[in-house]
């Protein structure tokens, strides 16, 4: 099982997702924890191959965590 971490500095922009999603399968990555989602509430979506659980960001639309499972 491999497993990372990553600082995605924002995942606002447009595609963000699907570009973290090839990336992970890129690099074979069975998990992984990232940083800086931005995103507003907390949830889940599909990201490719991979789950995206993420929590909610401050009021700002800073910080937030989140993680890819397959």
């Known amino acids: 099982m491999k497993i990372g971490t990553w600082n995605v500095r924002s995942l606002v922009r447009a595609r963000s997702l699907k570009a973290a999603g090839m990336e992970l399968v890129r690099h074979k990555l069975d998990v ?3 940083q800086e989602v931005r995103w507003d509430n907390g949830g889940t979506v599909r ?6 659980f993420y929590g909610k ?4 639309h800073q910080l937030g965590t989140g993680f890819f499972t397959p």
Not at 57 to 60: G, L, R, S, T
């Open 47 to 52: 990201a490719g191959d991979y789950d995206f």
């Open 57 to 60: 960001e401050n009021e700002n």
């Open 32 to 34: 992984v924890g990232v």
